[in-house]
């Protein structure tokens, strides 16, 4: 493990801001996978959440020096990414649903990767479907194992609120997925 793996994202923020802006190569390295995840679901768009999370990538970069050390960076970064992916949303005006290209690795049990596949992309539609101030949490406690206090952090909501919506969304999805399959 290199001496900069050992590093908290907020000391290697640190250096950045201080002497090795190259080091925030470091800091994509570590979320660029964890924020695409996320834009891709909010977005329901592979390409859509790539964009999201470049230009959430570059505006945290520029913006280091607002950055509060004593905070989680985390949370700072994906608010950035969330900011990011609401205005391309608000511009768009409308959500596009996610594609049904199948593409199957070249594996012996093709009917076990179909019924994953297609059980994957029967949950993205029943997401879809869900108002985003419910889709938001759930993608991020579910998908991004994020806490209820760094959800907080993230949609500038209360702890309590967090709770709430993520509860009713699990009621919405359950809905959602049982009107589909019938």
């Not at 994509?28 to 977005?43: F, G, P, T, V, W």
């Not at 050390?69 to 969330?82: D, E, L, M, P, Q």
């Amino acid at each position: 493990m290199s001496q900069t793996a050992k590093l908290s994202d907020e000391e290697v923020i640190e250096i950045v801001r201080s002497s090795n802006k190259e080091m925030y190569a470091e800091i994509i390295k570590r979320y660029q996978d964890k924020l695409m995840r996320y834009a891709s679901n909010i977005m329901g768009d592979d390409h859509k959440g790539a964009d999201v999370v470049q230009e959430g990538l570059i505006k945290a970069y520029v913006n280091l020096h607002s950055f509060d050390t004593k905070k989680k960076f985390s949370s700072w970064v994906y608010r950035i990414v969330h900011n990011e992916a609401m205005n391309m949303l608000h511009k768009q005006k409308k959500h596009q649903t996610i594609g049904d290209k199948m593409e199957f690795a070249s594996g012996v049990d093709l009917e076990a990767e179909f019924v994953k596949k297609e059980l994957l992309t029967h949950t993205h539609r029943c997401l879809e479907q869900m108002p985003l101030i419910y889709k938001e949490p759930l993608s991020l406690f579910y998908l991004e194992e994020k806490s209820y206090e760094e959800i907080s952090d993230i949609l500038r909501i209360p702890i309590g609120t967090v709770g709430t919506r993520v509860s009713r969304a699990k009621g919405i999805m359950k809905a959602l997925c049982q009107k589909q399959q019938k």
